[in-house]
C-alpha cells in the first residue's frame, strides 16, 4: 500500500518503510508524528483519491534526522560598475521514515 501525503507545501508518495526529506519540523529526533493530509491511497486492489483530503486517513512516522543540506551560492553582479556580491544558503530538512498508513 502507499499513500501520496503533504506536507511543508510539497506532496510525497510514501510506503511502509520508505525514508522522506521533508522541510523542518519542531520535533526532536525519535518524537511520532501523524500526517493527516493524506490525498490518495494507492492499494493493491483499490484506490481512493480525495477532495482534496482522505477523511480519516492518516501516515504514521517517525523522525530520524534534522540536517542541512546542501549549501546554495547566490551571486549578483552588475557590468561595469564594480558591484558584485555573493550569499549562500543552506536550508533545514527533517528525514521521516514511514512507519504505518492507516486508511478510513
Known amino acids: 500500500m502507499q499513500a501520496i501525503i ?3 507545501g510539497k506532496q510525497f508518495k510514501v510506503g511502509k518503510g520508505s525514508k522522506i526529506n ?3 519540523l519542531n520535533l526532536n529526533v ?3 508524528i501523524i500526517f493527516d493530509k493524506v490525498l490518495a491511497i494507492i492499494a493493491e486492489n ?3 483519491i480525495g477532495k482534496p483530503h482522505i477523511e480519516g486517513a492518516s501516515v504514521d512516522g517517525k523522525i530520524i534526522e534534522q540536517y542541512r ?6 551571486i549578483k553582479f552588475k557590468r561595469r560598475k564594480h558591484y558584485k556580491k555573493k550569499q ?3 536550508q533545514n530538512y527533517t528525514r521521516v521514515e ?3 498508513i ?3
Open 88 to 90: 549562500g544558503h543552506r
Open 22 to 24: 521533508v522541510e523542518k
Open 98 to 100: 514511514i512507519l504505518k
Open 46 to 48: 483499490s484506490n481512493v
Open 30 to 32: 525519535g518524537d511520532k
Open 102 to 104: 492507516k486508511d478510513k
Open 6 to 8: 503533504s506536507s511543508g
Open 69 to 74: 543540506g546542501e549549501k546554495v551560492t547566490i
